[in-house]
């Protein structure tokens, strides 16, 4: 398996050991949870003060044995559990009663775990988001297809539209990469496919510098970025790597502090099914690097830690301007009036006791983690229209400018300006002139979507960025989207109906300027310039006359 | 490209059925390799004199002859001293892997291992 000739049936082998597997599962699913039967009948007998030497015995072969096999399913989690409860029956010394409730909330998660199989564990093989990628070179393909590999990511090479239809019957990919050619032989209705799957496909697009592809057709069609089919297939597979790691960064990360890896095992058992990204860091040291790496969205700490005082950390965090308004999250066994005290007085947004409870847990970190979101959300959205705002325009604008200059891509910047607006607002009040804003906004989103940015940039101008397209590009989409906005019929909360235009000044990243302060002037120009020549209609910059 | 692997052959001890199907799974289907069982250490002492695997998956915990007493005894043994054993173990103190080694054990690999990765862990280890 380690020579490159086998490579290519890498993905093959690993559907087939997947279903091999599941079909072990299936056989031996019984067999490990009567195990997890012995534990729990085990530590039962532990609280009734009678478990007997026999009963132990058993327990504690059962446990090394579910640490042994259950995270060759994909079962890290509950392999960690049971290592931690194979060393709590381990010995001859009376086991102390202080650790039968963290025992019991151990074995409950190990169940729990094993139990969600079904659906993930027995597909272990095939857990590594998929990139599917299709390509005329079979050569070529292949070779992109190792360097996804050596990402971690697993490979579905296919060779043309048709094998690409039959690979997709089997697998949901996270991102594909796609050569588009010329746009024919009925690619760009793959695009369309697997932009309609849910969860959405992100299709990135390969274009050659000769073949005559129109970028806004792909771009309707649903592809979500372009890449020079001629960069080396390892910065092919860093793109589709970065696509996947976006995805991640949308989901919610918790850093969870714990000396205690049984703890830590049970805290991320709980919470990562419902979909967070959970973080752990036994050592405590390690915890002000891990927060800057992970920055994370939520901190778990535990104040039961030996070694550490969880209230100080706290309180530490509270003091860093950095961290000040992090949501922190106290676990604890010692419920106490005055712990409860000292946990709130360090800063400290709430508790839970141990032993970990799933729902409860669960509940207060989404409930800490949508106060979190509402914030981040209005500081980032123009309340009006829901659009991005001045201020995240510019993070987006930054980030598309560096990838446009990685991936050696065009990148656009197109300002709006409603026309007439004064007038509707004179007319029909601000009510008016607000719905039509909003109806405005609806329409961008409706067109603009993938890696384009959209924000209110002020007043009545919106603002757009418009990655992977020259101004040539980006005036045909905007005038497509003048034409939509001129077929719509405006309503105001009075019931009154008018007809709305725009004009607008698009200008290209390298070509018009070097930064956003240029573009906006020479894209404002060329706004400019539309309004004398009578509004309506969408310029590139430069442009002197009509 | 280098020419594919030759095939091998290696047999599994372990007494637990759920591990001897898996690892069979994970060094046939991904190593493509030739794999035997024995479900306890007196009858891997067997299978490995009679059959002359290229290398030896042993269980550590097993009832009966356990993992370092069936080493000991294949090491005593002309016809097996020279098959090279890898220990497979949920235990992974760093004290009892190294007693496993000056035993003879060719290296010690972790339980839980990832199916899809175990054949490339054995033949890292034994150098293939």
């Given at each position: 398996m380690h020579d490159s000739a086998e490579r290519a049936d890498v993905p093959a082998v690993a559907r087939?050991?997947?279903?091999?597997?599941?079909?072990?599962?299936?056989?031996?699913?019984?067999?490990?949870?009567?195990?997890?039967?012995?534990?729990?009948?085990?530590?039962?007998a532990l609280v009734d003060a009678r478990l007997d030497?026999?009963?132990?015995?058993?327990?504690?072969?059962?446990?090394?044995?579910?640490?042994?096999?259950?995270?060759?399913?994909?079962?890290?989690?509950?392999?960690?559990?049971?290592?931690?409860?194979?060393?709590?029956?381990?010995?001859?010394?009376?086991?102390d009663p202080r650790a039968v409730p963290d025992a019991l909330a151990e074995v409950a998660s190990l169940r729990a775990e094993l139990a969600s199989t079904a659906s993930t564990g027995s597909s272990h093989a095939d857990a590594r988001p998929v990139v599917l990628i299709v390509h005329r070179?079979?050569?070529?393909?292949?070779?992109?297809?190792?360097?996804?590999?050596?990402?971690?990511?697993?490979?579905?090479?296919?060779?043309?539209?048709?094998?690409?239809?039959?690979?997709?019957?089997?697998?949901?990919?996270?991102?594909?990469?796609?050569?588009?050619?010329?746009?024919?032989?009925g690619v760009l209705d793959l695009v369309r496919e697997l932009g309609a799957r849910t969860p959405p496909v992100a299709v990135l697009a390969l274009t050659s510098g000769t073949g005559f592809l129109d970028r806004v057709d792909a771009v309707r069609a649903g592809v979500r970025g372009f890449l020079p089919a001629s960069l080396a297939p390892?910065?092919?597979?860093?793109?589709?790597?970065?696509?996947?790691?976006?995805?991640?960064?949308?989901?919610?990360?918790?850093?969870?502090?714990?000396?205690?890896?049984?703890?830590?095992?049970?805290?991320?058992?709980?919470?990562?099914?419902?979909?967070?990204v959970v973080s752990g860091v036994t050592e405590p040291e390690r915890f002000w690097a891990a927060l800057r790496e992970t920055t994370p969205d939520l901190v778990i700490l535990d104040l039961d830690m030996p070694e550490v005082n969880g209230i100080e950390l706290?309180?530490?965090?509270?003091?860093?301007?950095?961290?000040?308004?992090?949501?922190?999250?106290?676990?604890?066994?010692?419920?106490?009036?005055?712990?409860?005290?000292?946990?709130?007085?360090?800063?400290?947004?709430?508790?839970?006791?141990?032993?970990?409870?799933?729902?409860?847990?669960?509940?207060?970190?989404?409930?800490?983690?949508?106060?979190?979101?509402?914030?981040?959300?209005?500081?980032?959205?123009?309340?009006?229209?829901?659009?991005?705002?001045?201020?995240?325009?510019?993070d987006e604008w930054n980030r598309l400018q560096a990838m446009a200059d990685r991936y050696d891509q065009p990148l656009s910047f197109a300002?709006?300006?409603?026309?007439?607006?004064?007038?509707?607002?004179?007319?029909?009040?601000?009510?008016?002139?607000?719905?039509?804003?909003?109806?405005?906004?609806?329409?961008?989103?409706?067109?603009?979507?993938?890696?384009?940015?959209?924000?209110?940039?002020?007043?009545?101008?919106?603002?757009?960025?418009?990655?992977?397209?020259?101004?040539?590009?980006?005036?045909?989409?905007?005038?497509?989207?003048?034409?939509?906005?001129?077929?719509?019929?405006?309503?105001?909360?009075?019931?009154?109906?008018?007809?709305?235009?725009?004009?607008?000044?698009?200008?290209?990243?390298?070509?018009?300027?070097?930064?956003?302060?240029?573009?906006?002037?020479r894209a404002d120009e060329a706004l400019s310039v539309a309004k004398a020549l009578g509004r309506a209609r969408v310029l590139p910059a430069g442009e002197r006359t009509g | 490209m280098?020419?594919?692997?030759?095939?091998?052959?290696?047999?599994?001890?372990?007494?637990?059925?759920?591990?001897?199907?898996?690892?069979?799974?994970?060094?046939?289907?991904?190593?493509g390799w030739e794999v035997l069982t024995a479900s306890s250490g007196e009858e891997g002492l067997g299978k490995a004199a009679a059959a002359q695997p290229d290398a030896i998956l042993l269980d550590v915990m097993m009832p009966g002859l356990d993992g370092p007493g069936t080493l000991a005894r294949l090491a005593a043994d002309p016809a097996t001293a020279s098959i090279p054993v890898v220990f497979l173990s949920a235990k992974v103190r760093q004290s009892e892997q190294q007693q496993w080694v000056d035993l003879g054990a060719a290296g010690v690999l972790v339980k839980p291992f990832d199916p899809m990765l175990l054949a490339t862990q054995v033949a890292e280890v034994l150098g293939w």
């Open positions: 087939d050991v997947a279903a091999e597997l599941q079909a072990l599962w299936g056989r031996f699913e019984g067999q490990l949870l009567a195990r997890v039967e012995t534990l729990e009948e085990a530590l039962a030497d026999d009963l132990r015995r058993r327990a504690e072969r059962d446990a090394h044995r579910l640490a042994g096999s259950a995270g060759t399913f994909g079962h890290h989690g509950a392999s960690m559990l049971a290592r931690g409860l194979e060393e709590l029956f381990a010995g001859a010394t009376p086991i070179d079979a050569e070529l393909a292949g070779e992109i297809g190792s360097a996804v590999e050596a990402r971690g990511l697993a490979p579905e090479v296919t060779e043309g539209v048709s094998g690409a239809r039959t690979a997709l019957a089997g697998a949901h990919p996270s991102v594909a990469l796609v050569d588009l050619g010329d746009g024919g032989d390892s910065e092919l597979a860093g793109a589709a790597a970065a696509i996947v790691e976006a995805a991640q960064l949308d989901r919610w990360r918790l850093l969870a502090v714990d000396d205690d890896p049984s703890v830590l095992a049970a805290l991320i058992a709980l919470l990562e099914p419902a979909g967070l706290c309180r530490l965090l509270r003091a860093d301007p950095r961290w000040a308004a992090l949501p922190v999250l106290c676990v604890t066994s010692h419920a106490g009036r005055d712990t409860i005290e000292a946990v709130f007085a360090a800063g400290a947004d709430d508790y839970v006791q141990k032993p970990l409870v799933g729902s409860e847990l669960l509940t207060r970190v989404t409930n800490r983690l949508e106060r979190t979101r509402i914030l981040r959300v209005l500081a980032e959205t123009d309340p009006l229209t829901g659009l991005a705002n001045r201020r995240k325009f510019v300002l709006l300006d409603l026309d007439h607006f004064r007038d509707v607002n004179s007319r029909y009040g601000h009510e008016g002139g607000d719905a039509a804003l909003q109806r405005i906004a609806q329409l961008l989103l409706e067109r603009f979507r993938g890696e384009d940015v959209v924000a209110r940039w002020g007043g009545e101008e919106i603002a757009l960025a418009l990655y992977g397209m020259t101004r040539a590009d980006g005036v045909r989409r905007v005038s497509d989207l003048l034409a939509a906005v001129r077929e719509e019929e405006m309503v105001t909360p009075g019931g009154h109906s008018f007809g709305l235009s725009f004009s607008a000044g698009v200008s290209e990243y390298k070509v018009d300027g070097d930064g956003l302060r240029d573009l906006t002037q | 280098t020419p594919p692997a030759l095939t091998r052959r290696v047999l599994v001890v372990d007494d637990e059925e759920l591990i001897r199907e898996v690892v069979e799974v994970s060094l046939a289907s991904v190593g």
